[in-house]
């Protein structure tokens, strides 16, 4: 196990279980508040590519993974009714990522059919990258569920808005609520560039995905940059040298890995 520094003992120090806990509702109410603001824009998004506002809602409900839907709306947007199978394809194919999800958060939950059946539902980005900036295993746990029931919540009511106000809203891209979701997943992640292998595994996952995004149906690109992601953080290629960074017990980490 690497040494503290000085700063880290001093934080460690002071922090206790309940400065955690607050922590992690903060993190969880913040990321959900940004994300669930983007909801208005699939909404509005869904009912001009033709779906019905009843549609539009049992999309989010059931289905409840942003990238899938929107990959989803767009085929269906471009195609029509017969493009449906391309549209199940690429939303399947971005919602591969939420396997690797429940694997890594399949401590953080524990066990028990009810609670990991639930606990299914609520395994997005968000929740994963909210739990996982956590520094205790309580903290993760609560960070997990409250990102995933509040972005759940809130998703859900800005997709029946945009659905209802998409003619009046216009274009919702114009509002930079997608940006919004950005900085949020950017403010989780930063605190974890310490080091270069994390930062070369960003990047080069970045790069990946940015060139491969106009030449590949949607889906494709973020599965290939998650390859190239664990491949990188894996083998630590440039992470020799570099301190493991401190993680609890529940949930095993790479010193690679962001």
Do not use: K
């Amino acid at each position: 196990m690497r040494r503290l520094s000085r700063l880290e003992r001093v934080t460690a120090a002071h922090a206790t279980p309940d400065a955690e806990a607050r922590r992690a509702w903060r993190q969880g109410l913040g990321v959900a508040l940004a994300t669930s603001a983007y909801g208005v824009s699939f909404g509005a998004l869904a009912v001009a590519a033709g779906l019905d506002i009843w549609q539009t809602c049992v999309l989010s409900l059931v289905m409840f993974t942003g990238g899938s839907q929107f990959a989803f709306v767009g085929v269906i947007a471009a195609g029509g009714l017969p493009a449906a199978p391309a549209a199940i394809a690429s939303a399947s194919l971005l919602g591969v990522r939420n396997i690797a999800y429940g694997m890594r958060m399949s401590p953080v939950v524990g066990t028990g059919f009810w609670r990991r059946a639930a606990a299914a539902q609520f395994t997005i980005d968000e929740s994963t990258a909210v739990s996982l900036a956590q520094t205790t295993r309580r903290a993760r746990t609560l960070g997990f569920w409250v990102t995933g029931i509040a972005i759940y919540i809130g998703w859900n009511l800005s997709t029946l808005a945009g659905a209802l106000l998409g003619d009046v809203l216009g274009d919702p891209r114009a509002y930079g609520l997608d940006a919004a979701a950005a900085a949020a997943f950017l403010a989780l992640l930063w605190p974890r560039l310490r080091h270069r292998q994390p930062i070369a595994v960003g990047i080069a996952a970045a790069v990946v995905a940015t060139m491969l995004t106009p030449v590949l149906m949607p889906g494709i690109p973020v599965l290939i940059a998650a390859v190239v992601a664990v491949v990188v953080g894996w083998f630590n290629w440039l992470g020799v040298g570099d301190a493991p960074p401190e993680e609890p017990d529940d949930v095993a980490e790479r010193v690679g890995l962001p």
